[in-house]
């Protein structure tokens, strides 16, 4: 289940908030390996370095590093200050966080009875690569703050794109949910995180997707993704304005993903059960026809809300991180990024 080696650090190759990536010998030869030194500390070169190589051996490509377990020869301190929700549970990396809705946090009694969102606009997508096009759409932007789901990485920290959004101000924060871990606010469940993005960091917009990475077995119900559908539910009945920004390819191969995603169809038209805004974004041509004609068949329980995307392409040229989905970056599959702007587009039209 796990491929273990032993490694010596030659040098730091780049780093970010949360997390450094290095150069590091093991018995086959070198290797990118990753660290988080709220984890693990801070790896020097010359450190011996107990790795996880699985995702390296497998040839992931959102995962494909090494990672940093240990530095056996020089542990870090020990945590000091509170916070007791135990994130990883049960994990040999299990981590003990402070969540804005536990008892010891300064938010406790603001969260403790809060119930709503008052209508906050709440756009959903399924990739975590959404989140940089969907603020592209946003003109002017508003206060938006980040919720990660659990479906890819847990750590918050190994997504450079929302490390710089973190800096540039485009977020006011990332709020972790579930088992994820390491934003600026951590929360017990996608509901309390919600809450958490309106009554802690006075959000305007909250965005929803899972982390870097997702899992896809090419069945119906086997994908990371679902969970699209049930942040729709967690949005509706906290008073939210969910907003679903769908998955749309021109450029994947696969036949289940071109036009709209069935991760789409299937996440909002069969696991939501509340009704959302469903955001078509008006592309030209065949392809635009085929877009409409499969998003009818969420008409059933959504509202349909056409969306222009004149200046989009514009927008996403100024992006200030890296546009890629999939290994495919703005002009190897537009439509799923025009897609993605187009929500945050409309979410923005929704603010009184």
């Known amino acids: 289940m796990i491929r273990w080696r032993k490694g010596e650090v030659v040098r730091i190759r780049r780093e970010w908030p949360g997390a450094v990536e290095l150069e590091v010998t093991v018995p086959e030869g070198t290797c990118r390996a990753l660290a988080y030194p709220p984890l693990v500390g801070r790896p020097e070169p010359g450190d011996e370095v107990l790795l996880n190589t699985t995702a390296l051996a497998m040839g992931l490509g959102t995962g494909g590093y090494a990672m940093v377990v240990a530095v056996p020869n020089r542990l870090p301190e020990d945590p000091e200050g509170p916070g007791h929700l135990v994130k990883a549970r049960y994990t040999p990396m299990q981590a003990t966080v402070l969540g804005a809705d536990e008892q010891d946090s300064p938010f406790h009694e603001l969260l403790r009875e809060a119930d709503s969102l008052d209508g906050m606009p709440v756009v959903v997508?399924?990739?975590?690569?959404?989140?940089?096009?969907?603020?592209?759409?946003?003109?002017?932007?508003?206060?938006?703050?980040?919720?990660?789901?659990?479906?890819?990485?847990?750590?918050?920290?190994?997504?450079?794109?929302?490390?710089?959004?973190?800096?540039?101000?485009?977020?006011?924060?990332?709020?972790?949910?579930?088992?994820s871990f390491g934003g600026d606010v951590e929360a017990v469940t996608t509901h309390t995180g919600l809450l958490a993005t309106r009554h802690v960091l006075e959000a305007d917009v909250a965005i929803v997707t899972q982390g870097p990475g997702n899992l896809?077995?090419?069945?119906?119900?086997?994908?990371?993704?679902?969970?699209?559908?049930?942040?729709?539910?967690?949005?509706?009945v906290l008073g939210g304005r969910p907003v679903a920004a769908l998955r749309i390819s021109e450029g994947d191969r696969r036949e289940r993903h071109i036009g709209v995603s069935h991760h789409s169809l299937t996440a909002y038209g069969r696991v939501a059960l509340t009704p959302a805004q469903v955001v078509v974004p008006e592309l030209p041509g065949e392809f635009g026809e085929r877009v409409r004609d499969q998003a009818e068949l969420l008409a059933v329980r959504h509202e349909l809300v056409s969306v222009p995307v004149d200046g989009l392409y514009e927008a996403l040229l100024d992006s200030p991180v890296k546009l890629s989905t999939m290994g495919r970056g703005l002009e190897e599959d537009l439509a799923y990024f025009l897609a993605s702007a187009a929500a945050g587009r409309h979410a923005i039209t929704l603010l009184d």
């Open 125 to 179: 997508a399924d990739l975590h690569s959404a989140l940089p096009p969907i603020l592209c759409g946003m003109r002017p932007r508003p206060r938006v703050a980040y919720v990660m789901l659990d479906g890819g990485a847990l750590p918050a920290w190994f997504s450079m794109a929302c490390a710089k959004l973190r800096e540039i101000g485009w977020l006011a924060g990332v709020v972790t949910v579930g088992q």
């Open 216 to 236: 896809g077995t090419g069945t119906r119900w086997g994908f990371s993704g679902v969970s699209a559908g049930e942040a729709v539910n967690a949005a509706a």
